[in-house]
C-alpha cells in the first residue's frame, strides 16, 4: 500500500496581494502560475520546491458573492496566514483502507467520501482531483488544518504540480523543500486528533511529552530534511506553521508577518 505523502500548504491572501505574489516575492522564490478553480470562487498561484510538495496561495474572488465565501470551509479564515494541508497518494484506490482504519479508531472523527476538484490553468489545461476533509462525530466539518485533507489526482499529478520543471524550482534563496510541520490544537482535542494521526500513519506517535510527531514523505522521495510532523496544544490560537530547507539557513518573509525559518 502507498504511504502519504506531503502534497501543499495553503496559504488565503486577499485577491490583489494574489495578483501581485511575483513582484512582491522576486528576491526569494519564483512564483507558478496557478488557475482558477472549477466553481470560479477561488484562484491561486503557487510555489513548487524541488522536493515535491508545494505552497499554495489561495483568494476569493473579487466580486466572490459573500453567502458563497461564507459557506466555504476557508471563506471565513484569516488572510496572510498558513490555513490548511494536504496529503496525496499515488494512487487513489488506497485511500479508502485510510478513510476506514480512521472510523475504526474510534476516535470522534471521520473522513468524508472523495468529492471531485478542479481547475483550469492559465494555459488552458483542466486539472481533475478529488479530496476529502475530515468530520468530527455530529459530521460537521471541523477547523481546517487540525487534520489534513487529502487531495488525490485523476490527471497526472505532473500537471498539476509541475515540480520537474527546473525553472520553477530554482529559487532565489535556495529553499529546497519542507522539513517539517507543526500543528497546535486545543488540549481537550490532542488526544484524539493523535488517534487519528496513528491511524493514517499506522504507527505510534511519540507516547512522551508533547509534541507527539510523526514522519512524512514527499512526493519527489528525498530524504533531504527531517520530514517531521507535530501536534502539541496552544490555547491561546491554534495555528500551522512550517520550517523550510535549503541552502541557506536564516528566515523568509512570505508576506507581513507570515515569516518562515529555513534550516
Not at 504511504?3 to 496581494?17: C, E, W
Not at 504540480?161 to 522539513?179: A, C, F, K, M
Request: hydrophobic share 35%.
Amino acid at each position: 500500500m502507498s504511504r502519504p505523502n506531503l502534497d501543499h500548504i495553503v496559504i488565503l491572501v486577499p485577491y490583489d496581494t494574489l495578483h501581485t505574489l511575483s513582484n512582491q516575492l522576486q528576491h526569494h522564490f519564483v512564483i507558478a502560475p496557478g488557475g482558477t478553480h472549477a466553481d470560479g470562487l477561488t484562484s491561486n498561484k503557487l510555489i513548487l520546491l524541488p522536493d515535491g510538495v508545494y505552497i499554495e496561495f489561495i483568494a476569493f474572488a473579487k466580486d466572490a458573492d459573500p453567502e458563497q465565501r461564507r459557506k466555504h470551509r476557508w471563506g471565513n479564515l484569516k488572510e496572510n496566514t498558513i490555513i490548511d494541508w494536504a496529503l496525496t497518494l499515488p494512487r487513489e484506490s488506497d485511500f479508502l483502507a485510510i478513510q476506514q482504519r480512521v472510523l475504526d479508531s474510534h476516535a470522534g472523527f471521520s473522513y468524508q467520501d472523495l468529492i471531485a476538484g478542479g481547475r483550469k490553468r492559465d494555459d488552458g489545461a483542466i486539472l481533475e482531483w478529488v479530496v476529502s476533509a475530515a468530520k468530527d462525530a455530529q459530521t460537521d466539518a471541523i477547523v481546517p488544518g487540525y487534520l489534513p485533507f487529502w487531495c488525490l489526482d485523476r490527471t497526472p499529478r505532473h500537471l498539476r504540480v509541475p515540480y520537474e520543471q527546473s525553472d520553477l524550482t530554482r529559487h532565489p534563496n535556495g529553499v529546497q523543500g519542507i522539513t517539517s510541520l507543526s500543528v497546535s490544537v486545543p488540549g481537550a482535542q490532542l488526544s484524539n486528533l493523535s488517534t487519528v494521526y496513528d491511524a493514517i500513519y499506522t504507527e505510534k506517535g511519540s507516547t512522551g511529552p508533547e509534541p507527539r510527531t510523526w514522519h512524512y514523505q514527499v512526493p519527489s522521495g528525498s530524504g533531504a530534511g527531517r520530514h517531521s510532523l507535530s501536534l502539541s496544544t496552544n490555547e491561546a490560537e491554534p495555528t500551522v506553521t512550517l520550517t523550510f530547507h535549503g541552502d541557506r539557513p536564516g528566515q523568509v518573509e512570505l508576506l507581513p508577518g507570515l515569516i518562515i525559518a529555513v534550516e
